[in-house]
Each structure stands twice: as C-alpha cells, then as structure tokens.
C-alpha cells in the first residue's frame, strides 16, 4: 500500500516563504512523475507543479517564477519550494505520482498552507 506524507506547511505573511516536503513509502518512485496540487476551500484540487522522473518541470502561470519543484529519488521525497507566498496560494498541499492527467496513489493528508496578507 503506497503512503503519501506531506509536511511543512504552515501560516506565513505575505512574501514570505515555505518549502513543502512529501514522502512516499511502498512503491517504486523514482520512474514516476511526481506532482503537487493544491485545494483552496471551495474550489477544486489543482496541479500546481510537476516534476518527471528525468526532471523536466511544469508550472501552472499561478506559481511560475515563484515556486520550485524539486526531487530527491534516494529518499522517495518531493519538494515544493514556495517563495513570495500571495494569500491565494492559502490551500491544502498534496503531492501524487502523475500520469498525464491522472494520478495513480491514494491521497495522504495533505500540508495546510495559510498565507496572511
């Protein structure tokens, strides 16, 4: 059974930064495109950011130039690296193995993100 854990979430001012981490446990995960998405309270989860296993990057516009994926096979881990944080980034951060649109794990719990203005 694949286990997805998401930390480093948190509260943050406006401008400021976090850096999110999600660790998956009971799959193979470094031939997997990984993604981090996003559900802001009454809206839908969204990709915000994906990373293939070869570490080619896409963005949605929201975060391009301000957000950072990354990832680091050795230890099953993804990263979100959040930089001028903007009170609509104020969601639940997920993070999934991707193909195409779909994504192939169970969901974890997510890490909250508030973002004060």
């Known amino acids: 059974q694949v286990q997805l854990v998401e930390s480093g979430g948190g509260l943050v001012q406006a401008g400021g930064s976090l850096r999110l981490s999600c660790t998956a446990s009971?799959?193979?995960?470094?031939?997997?495109?990984m993604g981090w998405y996003r559900q802001a309270p009454g809206k839908q989860r969204e990709l915000v950011a994906d990373?293939?296993?070869?570490?080619?990057?896409y963005y949605a516009d929201s975060v391009k130039g301000r957000f950072t994926i990354s990832r680091e096979n050795a230890k099953k881990t993804v990263y979100l690296q959040m930089n001028s944080l903007k009170p609509e980034d104020t969601a639940v951060y997920y993070c999934?193995?991707?193909?195409?649109?779909?994504?192939?794990?169970?969901w974890g719990r997510g890490t909250r993100v508030t973002v004060s203005p």
């Open positions: 009971g799959s193979i995960f470094n031939n997997k495109a």
């Open positions: 999934n193995a991707k193909y195409l649109s779909n994504t192939l794990w169970p």
């Open positions: 990373i293939t296993s070869d570490g080619d990057t």
